[in-house]
């Protein structure tokens, strides 16, 4: 604990501090908890302060718990980097309560981008309840059929597969492997530089990624 105690830097010593909390004796954690809070509090850059601040959220007695998931969830709505904010909000969402999930989606709509906003929303939707969950696959469904490159459509769709009907499975799967074919037959051409088709024509080059989920 003295080791952790001597860290200079704030977000190393809060985190060091955070993982010997379940080897100590009950009498200590609750010091440690207190002082690894303190110190994340220190943390200048706010969304590695909120990130801290909600890695030790679950070792904190209920009352205090709360006010520190607040603290994290207004953190991560403060941060102008609209894809670090996602990643903040997403990681906060499974301990919002009710009230605030319904802050924390707004937040999300406010967002420029609708692609970004499709990648939180679908991290988020495990976290949501019903009424609203379903919604906001509808909207994520809606978007996923308007974007015209094959790739980035089934990257939304795989990613939303866990909350899909057969139907939209199906459709998920075909467009994978519409994509994964196309990527193979030019692969296979790339040999002959005769077959190579034009990128001027084609407008896809490289292999195909698929993510199944957002980043936590």
């Known amino acids: 604990m003295a080791l952790a105690r ?59 718990q709360q006010q520190v998931i607040e603290e994290v969830f207004g953190l991560a709505r403060s941060i102008q980097d609209e894809s670090i904010r996602a990643i903040a909000l997403i990681g906060v969402a499974p301990q919002l309560p009710s009230e605030l999930m319904a802050e924390a989606l707004a937040t999300v709509y406010a967002t420029q981008s609708k692609s970004g906003r499709a990648d939180t929303l679908i991290g988020m939707i495990p976290h949501l309840s ?56 030019h692969s296979a051409n790339k040999h002959d530089p005769a077959l190579v088709p034009s990128t001027a024509t084609t407008g896809y080059q490289g292999s195909v990624r698929v993510c199944p989920n957002y980043p936590r």
Request: no cysteine; net charge neutral; aromatic share 4%.
């Open 130 to 185: 019903p009424p609203p969950q379903q919604q906001v696959i509808k909207e994520v469904l809606d978007f996923a059929r308007t974007i015209k490159d094959d790739t980035r459509r089934a990257t939304i769709l795989i990613g939303m597969a866990p909350h899909l009907t057969s139907e939209l499975m199906t459709e998920a799967l075909a467009t994978v492997h519409t994509i994964q074919s196309t990527s193979s037959s």
């Open 6 to 64: 001597s860290i200079q830097d704030e977000t190393m010593r809060a985190y060091e501090l955070r993982n010997i909390v379940p080897h100590l004796p009950p009498i200590l954690k609750q010091l440690v908890i207190e002082e690894s809070l303190a110190v994340a509090r220190s943390i200048q850059n706010i969304s590695i302060r909120a990130y801290a601040l909600r890695s030790i959220a679950p070792y904190l007695f209920p009352p205090v």
